[in-house]
């Protein structure tokens, strides 16, 4: 696939129903335009609950109790992320107060103050001490970021630390979407996916590599797909208008991938290309 360079700073998000190809999308568009990164706070969170970070050993305790991370845990990950890699700098010049400093600080000290420790737990950093940020328009700041925000809540949250200046909202009808879902199925151990209508088995039911057999997942089961799809669209209609007000909601529509892929390549070129 021949690349292409922006001429300015893209940092979008996609929005679409479960099995949409959002996925694809992304892989096409960092394939396609490799100055992109993909940004996942779902893979943030698991990298710092991996490496025991101070920020991560809170999340952990949070989940294993069966509490949900709260967003602003989420947003801190992401501008934990952003300031490494030079994309978000503090408008002052001031060295930026994280999650993980202030942590180090409370174990130093013997303990974190109530100021510095939330009622679930967690290391946050008191409203007084956070600071104000600026962004980086350069070309290599580009991101696709995956897993937030997921409602205009959360967009709002995001924005004021940094304003995603595209938001793709991803389009196939129902229908097709649900006999996509029903006829994919699985090899668990590789995570190799088929599809009985344009990309069967060799032997019905039968893994092509290792002959083992395939699965179809419970999220890709007809009633759960209906009842994913019910909820996304009741979430994701006050992020649609939220980014229509904002300015940035583009849509593009089509009833595969192939289809999307050339539109969504046209309009992201035309935006951030040179």
């Keep these: 696939m021949a690349t292409s360079k922006l001429r300015k700073a893209a940092r979008i998000i996609l929005i679409g129903a479960p099995g949409v190809g959002k996925g694809t999308q992304t892989e096409r568009l960092l394939q396609r335009f490799p100055q992109l990164a993909a940004i996942s706070s779902g893979d943030l969170l698991r990298d710092n609950v991996r490496n025991k970070t101070p920020l991560g050993i809170q999340a952990e305790a949070l989940m294993k109790r069966g509490a949900l991370v709260p967003d602003s845990m989420i947003l801190r990950l992401i ?14 010049g001031i060295q930026p107060i994280t999650l993980n400093s202030m942590a180090a600080s409370a174990e130093l000290s013997g303990g974190a103050d109530n100021d510095a420790l939330g009622r ?3 290391v946050t950093i008191p409203p007084e001490l956070d600071m104000e940020y600026r962004y980086s328009e350069h070309p290599d700041a580009s ?3 995956d897993g937030f925000p997921r409602n205009a809540v959360q967009a709002t949250q995001l924005e004021s630390m940094v304003p995603v200046n595209m938001a793709i909202h991803v389009h196939t009808p129902a229908e097709i979407i649900a006999e996509r879902m029903s006829n994919r199925w699985v090899h668990p151990a590789s995570g190799r996916v088929y599809n009985t209508t344009f ?47 904002r300015g940035v909601l583009w849509k593009v529509q089509g009833n595969s991938s192939d289809e999307i892929t050339p539109k969504l390549f046209a309009e992201f070129q035309r935006r951030f290309g040179l």
């Design 143 to 145: 991101f696709i970021l």
């Design 199 to 245: 990309h069967a088995p060799k032997v019905e039911g039968k893994d092509d590599v290792t002959g083992e057999p395939l699965i179809q997942r419970d999220d890709d089961k007809p009633e759960v797909w209906r009842s994913r799809l019910k909820t996304f669209e009741e979430s994701s209609r006050g992020l649609l208008e939220h980014y229509e007000s």
């Design 79 to 92: 501008r934990n992320a952003l300031t490494t890699r030079g994309w978000l700098i503090p408008a002052d």
């Design 120 to 122: 679930d737990g967690y």
